[in-house]
């Protein structure tokens, strides 16, 4: 009996210490899982905005392609013809080069104050 008594007793301390150490571990855990979480949803935005992007960028070349055929002078030719209407020749010489107009100089106003 005398033994147990003349053992030193672990301090309160100790225990507090190894509760906070737990709670420091627990709540680290839980904010690496928070920040891995909202970095997992930001890439999958990214993700979505570059699809987004990719597929507009598709777009614009079907756009482009689709305006090209549109004019192309051959196909426009023939779509006229099978639309009845009537074509008319045009020379080199009945072409004319029209200049766009050119802006009038700006001139500041001043007002009197008074």
Request: hydrophobic share 40%.
């Amino acid at each position: 009996m005398n033994r147990l008594r003349s053992e030193p007793k672990t301090h309160p301390s100790v225990f507090i210490s190894l509760i906070l150490a737990a709670l420091v571990v627990v709540t680290g855990g839980v904010m690496h899982a928070v920040y891995k979480n909202s970095q997992v949803r930001t890439a999958r935005l990214i993700d979505q905005a570059e699809q987004r992007i990719d597929q507009t960028r598709v777009k614009i070349r079907m756009i482009e392609v689709n305006t090209d055929e549109l004019l192309d002078r051959f196909d426009m030719r023939e779509r006229l013809r099978e639309n009845g209407t009537q074509m008319i020749e045009v020379t080199p010489a009945d072409i004319e080069e029209v200049e766009p107009a050119r802006p009038e100089p700006e001139v500041a106003s001043a007002r009197d104050p008074s």
